[in-house]
């Protein structure tokens, strides 16, 4: 309810304040279609958010969302919270940085719970939102369980999901890609295979899982172009300022987290200031090797934060 009024007081704010004032607001971006980015072939560089929970959070997403609007963000995504928990507030943070901040706004949507007459009516709140841009996932199984529950409509897989939703021809499709092999995989050629299946049903773009060792990232560029896989996919980016946190993410991801990095940043767990800077460094140098190695475009999970995005994405430019 008060992140609703939060949301609410900043629209009807609107004009008069400098922090929505029109010279931020590119409104005529707000239909763009990120595979047009994309195929316009200079990289794009775009920020992940997540619903807050808590009114204080709500405010600070709203102050580091003031710092990047300086960056000017090819697109913005928002998650959508596991098992489906978050959709009122992600819809509604989907609405505001589209309509209110004129960013172009990719909205995550899952599986979970989904339904065609509910995904039907999901879909249409947020076109009339004018979003344009879907992330459809599958979503994770629920706390506790190692296998996804059958889903009686038949939306068991990302790829059921993009099927149905590209059937409507209008909306540009994304979904996730994983560099090292979705954790449920037996292998990585097995989820290669799911993952053709996924595009041909209508993906447009990937966006990756999170990743550390670019090796990872190459390597599966190849196999996918190997088996036909053609469409754009961007490389997904978590800066290490927190080492134990993104350790958490890493184990529960499968993502892995590379020696050298481990011994650089190990010593500093206690020192806050020099951990950001060898992770913002690392996150850089990952960074300038991929776009010199052709990948398409850059897009960093910010955790709601923007000084390390910030300050990577002014040392990129
Ligand atoms: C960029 C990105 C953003 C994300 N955002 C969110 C979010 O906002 N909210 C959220 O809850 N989660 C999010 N996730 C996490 C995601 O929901 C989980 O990783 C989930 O476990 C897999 O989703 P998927 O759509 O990639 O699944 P799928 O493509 O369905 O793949 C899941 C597993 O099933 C296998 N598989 C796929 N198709 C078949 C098939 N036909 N037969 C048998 N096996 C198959 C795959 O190999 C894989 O092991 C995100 C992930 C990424 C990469």
Not at 25 to 50: A, R
Not at 196 to 205: E, H, I, R, W
Request: net charge neutral.
């Amino acid at each position: 309810m008060k992140r609703r009024l939060f949301f609410n007081c900043l629209n009807n704010y609107n004009e008069k304040s400098l922090f929505l004032h029109p010279k931020f607001k590119d409104t005529h971006n707000n239909t763009v279609k990120i595979i047009d980015l994309l195929n316009q072939k200079q990289p794009t560089f775009s920020f992940e958010f997540y619903p807050p929970k808590t009114y204080h959070a709500t405010v600070e997403l709203g102050m580091n969302i003031g710092q990047l609007m300086k960056l000017s963000p090819s697109f913005v995504s928002v998650t959508y919270g596991a098992g489906g928990s978050t959709q009122n507030s992600s819809f509604d943070l989907s609405d505001f940085l589209q309509n209110n901040i004129g960013w172009t706004t990719m909205a995550h949507y899952t599986c979970v719970g989904a339904n065609r007459e509910k995904i039907t009516q999901d879909l249409e709140l947020l076109y009339q939102k004018n979003i344009r841009n879907l992330m459809l996932l599958r979503g994770d199984p629920p706390k506790g369980s190692t296998h996804f529950p059958t889903n009686t409509d038949g939306f068991n897989h990302g790829s059921d999901l993009v099927a149905f939703v590209n059937a409507q021809k209008r909306f540009s499709i994304g979904a996730g890609a994983y560099p090292e092999g979705h954790v449920e995989a037996s292998s990585l050629e097995e989820d290669i295979r799911h993952l053709n299946t996924k595009v041909k049903a209508g993906a447009d773009f990937l966006v990756t899982q999170m990743f550390f060792d670019n090796q990872y990232y190459f390597d599966f560029a190849e196999k996918t172009k190997t088996l036909g896989i053609q469409c754009p996919i961007v490389a997904g980016i978590i800066p290490i300022i927190n080492f134990k946190q993104i350790q958490r993410f890493a184990e529960l991801s499968g993502a892995k987290i590379p020696e050298t990095i481990i011994e650089q940043l190990a010593p500093y767990q206690h020192d806050e200031k020099k951990m950001y800077q060898i992770g913002v460094d690392i996150a850089i140098a990952q960074c300038k090797d991929l776009l010199a190695k052709g990948a398409p475009g850059i897009h960093f999970y910010t955790l709601n934060k923007s000084t390390a995005t910030v300050d990577i994405f002014e040392s990129l430019n």
